[in-house]
């Protein structure tokens, strides 16, 4: 399973951007690169993916770097609801349609 | 905006007993999963399921678990005889599927779980 890299906490401060790192350097020309996070005591939400190009929606924006091997999702206004954990995860194109998980990044907003 | 619901939310249940938990995933979703969280841990894929049939599941989902789609709506997890280390926050998942030959492309839609707790 291609493996994506994310520290293991951040802190942010409420209404500043936040940008949270990945690096997935194994990742293969057909992997697609989602993010999702996890709210206190609720199940995964989807916020991005994108294959090559940057990408955004009114959750957050995705920068994908040129070779790929790393991205960084963009929170452009942090809000105390942002306070999560944000998991990057590459979607192999033949690995069927799980979702594996790492331990991802917990990102905490001080008001 | 549809969403994926699942109930109960806690599902307390003794050690042998057997236990359901249902979800009701998006309507015009074909793809449906179950993954579950133990307590300060990751996220585990469970089973996928497709067109009535698991297209896939992991080394957790033996044969004590069993899903199954008894209606049009519908997607329930079983476990058979339920153990101490079946505790867990469980999630059902529902998707679109694959377009254009690849599952990259489409994202996954959660519940907010059922917390199952084994006495």
């Known amino acids: 399973d291609a493996k994506t890299t994310q520290p293991n906490s951040m802190e942010s401060n409420e209404e500043e951007p936040v940008h949270l790192p990945c690096n997935h350097s194994?990742?293969?020309?057909?992997?697609?690169i989602h993010w999702y996070r996890q709210l206190p005591s609720q199940g995964p939400e989807y916020v991005i993916h994108g294959l090559t190009s940057n990408v955004n929606n009114r959750m957050a924006s995705l920068a994908i770097a040129e070779d790929r091997k790393s991205s960084t999702l963009i929170l452009h206004r942090a809000t105390l609801r942002d306070a999560a954990v944000y998991y990057c995860i590459l979607r192999e194109y033949n690995q069927g349609g799980k979702l594996i998980f790492g331990q991802g990044t917990e990102l905490s907003v001080k008001p | 905006e549809p969403e994926v619901t699942q109930t109960p939310s806690h599902q307390v249940t003794q050690m042998g007993q057997e236990v359901i938990l249902r979800c009701v995933p998006i309507s015009n979703h074909l793809y449906f999963y179950w993954y579950r969280q133990i307590l300060g841990q990751k996220v585990e894929f469970l089973v996928s399921f497709y067109n009535n049939e698991i297209s896939e599941k992991s080394e957790i989902f033996d044969d004590q678990f069993s899903v199954e789609r008894p209606d049009g709506s519908n997607f329930t997890l079983k476990i058979r005889s339920t153990k101490l280390e079946d505790s867990a926050m469980y999630f059902c998942?529902?998707?679109?599927?694959?377009?254009?030959?690849?599952?990259?492309?489409?994202?996954?839609?959660f519940g907010d779980g059922t917390r199952l707790s084994i006495l």
């Open positions: 194994t990742i293969s020309g057909t992997d697609y």
């Open positions: 998942a529902s998707s679109r599927g694959p377009t254009g030959g690849t599952y990259g492309n489409q994202p996954q839609h």
